[in-house]
């Protein structure tokens, strides 16, 4: 999906010492680096365990959207890890430098990550990318999803905590192996299922469902994100009178639907032709509304 093209526009990155709280040493709390340069330590817990957190935020002519909203999440990622709380304003003003430091594009990708840092130094490592995105035109078109079984259930945010049901942690080898198998079936993408039989989440997107006038998602007690781009749509939909609700659902409740979409903030809306076998009525019109609103563009 990336562009190999030469005329790409080169990404930018921001160091963010200050992500958790002024830097001991009084530097500046975020400043542009070489994308080019090796900046990470292989000491860092990320790089030797995976322990860390990430938000993924889409600006779209040069405008970022919600980025209140993915700060308040990676808060509370933080929280689930039990890592020092990231300094929002000073996560905004990085934000904002990396977009402004980067060539004036339709579709920007931020990437905030977050660390519990080098291991023994009890300091965060944060750091932002933004580069351009990839071309998801044809996933906005429809997409074939297949339903894979996540193995855990529905119950698992009371019974076991420890697995962070609904963390948005950088462990995303599972998430990747799973879009991996769902291209291996014929399909663009997965749905997560649980044991007990109710769908989840895609590996990167949140599930938004169409039954007649009103719309569902799974309920972020289930062990899901709490998506910034349903949260979004729901406001929308709401105040044309619809109603919105969150709401367990088999995989036969959304392959008999009257469509639905997998919710990312890059990818914006991507409805779903095809689960597994079973096809789904399209709706490229509201899709179309759909990608207005999660773009700003509305």
């Not at 399209?282 to 999660?294: N, Q, V």
Request: glycine share 8%; charged share 20%; proline share 7%.
């Amino acid at each position: 999906m990336t562009s190999s093209s030469t005329d790409t526009p080169a990404p930018v990155l921001v160091l963010v010492p200050g992500a958790a709280g002024t830097p001991h040493d009084g530097s500046a709390p975020f400043r542009l680096a070489d994308p080019a340069v090796p900046q990470l330590s292989i000491t860092d817990l990320v790089a030797t365990r995976g322990d860390g957190i990430f938000e993924t935020i889409g600006a779209f002519d040069g405008r970022p959207i919600n980025v209140g909203p993915h700060l308040a999440r990676l808060a509370r990622s933080a929280s689930l890890l039990q890592m020092p709380a990231p300094h929002q304003e000073t996560l905004l003003a990085a934000i904002d430098a990396a977009i402004e430091a980067h060539a004036d594009v339709p579709e920007l990708t931020i990437r905030v990550m977050y660390t519990r840092g080098i291991e023994g130094a009890g300091t965060p490592t944060c750091w932002i990318d933004a580069h351009v995105s990839d071309d998801w035109a044809p996933y906005r078109r429809g997409i074939r999803v297949a339903a894979l079984d996540r193995g855990l259930s529905t119950a698992v945010p009371e019974t076991s905590p420890w697995l962070l049901p609904g963390a948005k942690t950088l462990s995303y080898a599972v998430n990747m192996a799973a879009v991996r198998e769902a291209k291996r079936r014929g399909a663009q993408d997965a749905l997560f299922v649980a044991t007990d039989g109710y769908v989840l989440e895609g590996p990167t997107s949140t599930l938004l469902v169409r039954r007649g006038d009103a719309f569902l998602t799974t309920p972020v007690s289930a062990g899901v994100l709490p998506g910034t781009c349903v949260t979004t749509l729901f406001t929308a939909l709401q105040d044309e009178g619809h109603e919105v609700r969150e709401q367990l659902m088999t995989v036969a409740d959304v392959a008999g639907s009257d469509g639905a979409w997998l919710l990312s903030s890059t990818r914006l809306a991507a409805p779903i032709t095809h689960l597994d076998e079973a096809e789904l009525p399209l709706d490229l019109e509201l899709t179309e509304r759909f990608e207005a609103l999660l773009s700003g563009r509305a």
